[in-house]
């Protein structure tokens, strides 16, 4: 079984910052894709950003210039820095990593953490 733990949530003022990682164990052929989810009370879960295995990033563009993505293949770790933080930030995020387990190598897997809650408040 593949699991993710993450750490790094808590409360941070508006324009303050915090580090997200998440770090996968278990039963890993490889990992394609990490990336971080959002969900706030009475909103849909929404993609903030990716990265896959080669270094490729992606985010949405209200976090554009704020927050960068980023992995470390040797500790199947990926961060997420945010930087000037906004209120409507504040949600719980969401650890998803897309890997191959060793009992099934040619199957790809979607995996998701705990969740871990960002408030951002004065």
């Known amino acids: 079984q593949v699991q993710l733990v993450e750490s790094g949530g808590g409360l941070v003022q508006p324009g303050g910052s915090l580090r997200l990682s998440c770090a996968a164990s278990g039963s890993i052929f490889s990992i394609n894709a990490m990336g971080w989810y959002r969900q706030a009370p009475g909103k849909q879960r929404e993609l903030v950003a990716t990265i896959t295995s080669d270094g490729s990033t992606n985010y949405v563009d209200s976090v554009k210039g704020r927050f960068t993505i980023t992995r470390d293949n040797a500790k199947n770790t990926v961060y997420l820095q945010m930087n000037s933080l906004k209120p409507e930030d504040a949600s719980v995020y969401y650890c998803?990593?897309?890997?191959?387990?060793?009992?099934?190598?040619?199957?790809?897997?979607?995996?998701w953490g705990q969740g871990t809650l960002v408030t951002v408040s004065s």
């Open positions: 998803n990593a897309r890997v191959a387990s060793v009992t099934s190598p040619l199957r790809s897997l979607e995996v």
